[in-house]
């Protein structure tokens, strides 16, 4: 039998003083916070313990009928709204959660929240609730509404529905429309703290955990994601630049990049982003924050480099995100990448 969502170790706390106010409780939350720090879980364990009959310091007991039905994922006064992407991934049968409104199945699954999908909730409003209690819609990640889709919400949190509580997730809530977080009330989920997100990498049994964790800013769901990949947590292709840099070499840019042929473009623009971060800091005389294995070989190159041009690179690869799915020339786009990355940090004249 499934289990109901439970919050992580350093959810708890923050959690059951939250829900313990659940008899005044806002229609709507806005969970927000570092990507990679549990949000999704938090708001899942949330609508559990929302539905539960019987909970214990505002947490579900994991026993009651409530909570059995939302471990078998048929609770009726539980739904989920997410792109069919994201439900793919988590194992969902789109056609038999969405009905007629799920996507075409011969289309790539929508990574959008469709309009067609908050529409399709409004029979549900219009029902009693199953026990008397909560409805509960859980909305992730926010980021995901496009511009009509997010209008459909604001109407519907313009008037809310009763006895229906809304749980969203984002990041950063200046990524989503104002009105939208005008509407909602906020909860702020902070990064753990490093002992503790190292023991639970710990027990899932990830070795090297504090270089993960470093490599993922401190957030330890996206550490143990990184890991399952494979490699080192300071993939082997960066290290190679960055110590050929330091001792003045030449650094092989053309072989760096065929390497990188079957790597998703997102994946190594993250890790020269993450890199280009380091540098500044290292430019700065400041400890650095992803890859402390490499501290030596980043300070040398960052404190020689030139500040501007370490910080107009970093912003030039956040704006490559945008076009690194659908590169003209997968080879090219890498290969200049990489060359524009190890000239800007050549030494300051």
Known sequence: MSSIPHFLPWQIAVASAWLEQRDRFAHAWLVHGMAGIGKRRFVQAAAASLLCESPQGGLACGRCAACQWVAGGNHPDLRLIRPDAVAREEGADLQEEAGEQAAPA???????????????????????????????AVLYPSEALNAISANAL??????????????????????????????????????????????????????????????????????????STGGHACPDWLSQLVRAM???????VGSVADSLEKEPALTWIDALQRLFLDLSLAAARAPLRYFPALSEPISVVGRRASP?????????????????????NTKLFTYSALLRAVQACQPQQ
Not at 106 to 132: C, M, Y
Not at 209 to 226: E, F, H, K
Not at 246 to 252: E, I, L, M, S
């Open 106 to 136: 011969k289309k790539a699954p929508s990574r959008d929240i469709r309009v067609e999908q908050l529409r399709a909730l409004a029979p549900w409003f219009n029902t009693a609730t199953h026990r008397g209690g909560w409805r509960v």
């Open 154 to 227: 604001l109407k519907v949190l313009e008037e809310p529905p009763e006895h229906t509580v809304f749980l969203l997730t984002v990041d950063s809530p200046d990524r989503i429309l104002p009105t939208l977080v005008s509407r909602c009330r906020r909860l702020h989920l902070p990064v753990p703290a490093a002992a503790a997100s190292a023991a639970w990498l710990g027990e899932q049994g990830l070795d090297d955990s504090a270089q993960w964790l470093a490599a993922a800013g401190g957030a330890p769901l996206r550490a143990l994601q990184m890991s």
């Open 246 to 252: 330091a001792q003045d070499a030449v650094p092989d």
């Open 308 to 328: 501007t041009s370490l910080s107009d690179t970093g912003k030039w690869l956040l704006a490559q995100r945008a076009v690194a799915d659908h590169p003209l």
